[in-house]
């Protein structure tokens, strides 16, 4: 199986601050891999540094054996930690709009942006102003306009943060939808049961390096058959248990 991303000695200084140190892995064109690790790991930094968004100190971050460039020919679609999306404006027209500049036409666009708006239950939204909806409201349709146009790449940073139990499961029901139909999945996330249900291979950060690398059963074997959350901890004591879904 072919990479579709490719990390080689990467290191991020800000300023005399190292954030990432001499960082490789790879993720395989079909898979869903778990980016892994607390607040201030690299996680978000690795992402933006592949995306073009900052540039590297050190190393190589190549997509399709290339840096990334929007004009390129990776269709990938992004859900940054950090929403950004035109609030003052209908719900529709953000979707549609955002549908276009991925290369729908405007008929293709509105008919993914309605079906996704039936399929997490906002149909009756589509006219509603993004401001007046609530924040979880607003996830799913950030969420619905990464998943517009079925990019083959999907890069996840915390995609459920803030839902409860039963929106987590049909976020997760649609991320795998998409990991079935072929779609490469890279997910950033503090919840282990996302991880167990969805990852096949997955990298564990620590202070920017990786603590752990591997498919989720090779890592569990190295660490003595413990759950993801038993090693979580056990990388960072317990620190960050108030993080973790246990």
Same mark, same amino acid.
């Given at each position: ?11 991020? =200084? ?60 990776? =269709? ?52 509603? %102003? ?70 096949? %291979? ?45």
């Amino acid at each position: 199986m072919s990479n579709i991303i490719s990390i080689k000695n990467f290191s991020m =200084k800000f300023g005399t601050t190292a954030v990432i140190n001499n960082l490789s892995f790879t993720v395989k064109r079909g898979e869903t891999f778990g980016l892994l690790g607390s607040n201030g790991s690299g996680k978000t930094t690795t992402i933006r540094a592949l995306l073009g968004i900052y540039p590297q100190t050190e190393g190589e971050l190549l997509i399709e054996g290339k840096p990334y460039s929007v004009s390129g020919d990776v =269709k990938l679609g992004y859900l940054p930690e950090e929403r950004g999306l035109y609030k003052k404006e209908p719900v529709l027209d953000v979707m549609v709009y955002f549908g276009q500049l991925k290369g729908l036409s405007r008929i293709q666009a509105k008919q993914e942006a309605i079906a996704f708006l039936e399929r997490v239950k906002l149909q009756d939204k589509a006219n509603t %102003r993004l401001d007046k909806l609530s924040g979880g409201q607003q996830q799913k349709v950030q969420l619905g306009i990464t998943v517009m146009g079925s990019p083959e790449l999907l890069i996840l940073d915390e995609p459920t943060k803030g839902f409860d139990p039963v929106n987590r499961k049909l976020l997760m029901d649609i991320i795998e939808e998409h990991q079935q139909k072929g779609a490469t999945v890279v997910m950033v996330t503090h919840q282990m049961e996302e991880v167990e249900r969805l990852c096949d %291979r997955i990298i564990l950060l620590k202070d920017g390096k990786a603590r752990a690398y591997g498919t989720v059963a090779d890592v569990r074997a190295t660490f003595g058959g413990k759950s993801l959350n038993s090693i979580f901890l056990s990388v960072y004591g317990d620190e960050n248990q108030e993080e973790i879904n246990v």
